[in-house]
Each structure stands twice: as C-alpha cells, then as structure tokens.
Nanobody, 115 residues
Framework: QVQLVESGGGLVQPGGSLRLSCAAS????????MGWYRQAPGKQRELVAT???????NYADSVNGRFTISRDNAKNTVYLRMNSLTPEDTAVYYC?????????WGQGTLVTVSS
C-alpha cells in the first residue's frame, strides 16, 4: 500500500505560477507511470500530465507548453510546475501512481485561479 499526499495548491492570480508536489510513502520506482489529473466543478476527472519510466512525458493539449511534470525517484516525489495559469485551470488536482497491476490516488489539492 502506498499513500500519495499532494501539496502546493492554493489561490493564484491569472498569469501566475504554482508548483504542486506529490509525496509517496514508498518508492515510486516500481510505478511505471506517475501522473497528475484534475477535476473541475461539474466536470469529469481529466488527465493533465504523466511521466513514465524512461522520462516519457504526456500532456493534455490544454496545458502543453505551460505545465511541466517531473519525478524525483530519490525523494519519492512527483512535481507539476504550472505557469501562465488561467481561470480554466481551476480544479482539484490529483496525483496518480500506476503500476501494471494496481494504481493509487492522492486526496487532491485545490488550485483556484482568480483575480
């Protein structure tokens, strides 16, 4: 069992930046893919970004060029750097760890983009 704890969310003005962190209670090396998803009010959860072993990254079109995912296996932590935030980025952001047989979710961290 692995616990994922997100942090770094909050209120930010349009055009601002945030960095989210996802700390795992155990090694993340065994997870072939780590990722971030988000769920806005009244909408379904959607993929934001993933990083697979080997450094293969995948981004949603809506965040490509603005967000950057990275993982630090030594610290068992995954990050999401978010730049040029817009109100449409407002959502609860969830961390995900995926192996070939099981996946885990964090409890989420709220990001609100508003002036």
């Amino acid at each position: 069992q692995v616990q994922l704890v997100e942090s770094g969310g909050g209120l930010v003005q349009p055009g601002g930046s945030l960095r989210l962190s996802c700390a795992a209670s155990g090694s993340i090396v065994r997870f072939y893919k780590m990722g971030w998803y988000r769920q806005a009010p009244g909408k379904q959860r959607e993929l934001v970004a993933t990083e697979a072993l080997g450094g293969i990254r995948n981004y949603a079109d809506s965040v490509n060029g603005r967000f950057t995912i990275s993982r630090d296996n030594a610290k068992n932590t995954v990050y999401l750097r978010m730049n040029s935030l817009t109100p449409e980025d407002t959502a609860v952001y969830y961390c995900n760890a995926n192996s070939f047989s099981v996946e885990y979710w964090g409890q989420g961290t709220l990001v609100t983009v508003s002036s």
